[in-house]
C-alpha cells in the first residue's frame, strides 16, 4: 500500500512540475513573493491540464467517450507500430538469408601408399 501512495505522489509531483514548466522559479503566479497563492496556482495549472490531456475527443469534457476515444488511438497506434516491426524483422531476416549455391563435388584421385619392405 505504501508503494501505492509513493507512486501516486510521485505521478502528482510529476505532473505540477510538468504542467508548470514554464515558471523559472517557485514563483508560479510571478507577484513577486512564493507563497499559498503560487500552490494554488500550480495545482489549477495542474488539474487543468490533465482535464485538457484527458480530453481525448476534444468536446471540452471529460467523459466515458474519452476513454473509448483514448483506446482507440492505442489500438491504432499500437497496430501501425506492430505492423513497423514486423517489417522490419522481414527485411532483416530477407537481408540475413544468402541464396544457397549449389555445391560442386570434385572428385580427389585416390593415391595407394607403398609399403616399406623391411
Same mark, same amino acid.
Given at each position: &500500500? @505504501?508503494?501505492?501512495? *509513493?507512486?501516486?505522489?510521485?505521478v502528482?509531483? =510529476?505532473? &505540477?512540475?510538468?504542467?508548470?514548466? $514554464? %515558471?523559472? %522559479?517557485?514563483?508560479?503566479? %510571478?507577484d =513577486?513573493?512564493?507563497?499559498?497563492?503560487?500552490? #494554488? /496556482? *500550480?495545482?489549477?495549472n495542474?488539474? $487543468?491540464g490533465?482535464?485538457?490531456?484527458?480530453?481525448?475527443? =476534444?468536446? =471540452?469534457?471529460?467523459?466515458? +467517450?474519452?476513454?473509448?476515444?483514448?483506446? +482507440?488511438?492505442?489500438? @491504432? $497506434?499500437?497496430? #501501425?507500430?506492430?505492423?513497423?516491426?514486423?517489417?522490419?524483422?522481414?527485411?532483416?531476416?530477407a537481408?540475413?538469408? #544468402?541464396?544457397?549455391?549449389?555445391?560442386?563435388?570434385?572428385?580427389?584421385?585416390k593415391? /595407394?601408399?607403398? +609399403?616399406?619392405e623391411?
Amino acid at each position: &500500500m @505504501e508503494i501505492i501512495i *509513493a507512486l501516486i505522489v510521485v505521478v502528482v509531483f =510529476g505532473a &505540477m512540475f510538468y504542467f508548470n514548466r $514554464s %515558471s523559472n %522559479s517557485l514563483d508560479v503566479n %510571478s507577484d =513577486g513573493k512564493v507563497d499559498l497563492a503560487d500552490a #494554488k /496556482t *500550480a495545482l489549477v495549472n495542474t488539474v $487543468s491540464g490533465v482535464k485538457k490531456a484527458a480530453d481525448a475527443d =476534444g468536446d =471540452g469534457k471529460v467523459t466515458v +467517450k474519452d476513454a473509448k476515444a483514448a483506446a +482507440k488511438k492505442v489500438k @491504432e $497506434s499500437a497496430a #501501425k507500430t506492430v505492423a513497423k516491426a514486423k517489417t522490419k524483422v522481414a527485411t532483416k531476416t530477407a537481408a540475413k538469408a #544468402k541464396p544457397k549455391t549449389a555445391k560442386v563435388a570434385t572428385a580427389k584421385p585416390k593415391t /595407394t601408399r607403398k +609399403k616399406k619392405e623391411v
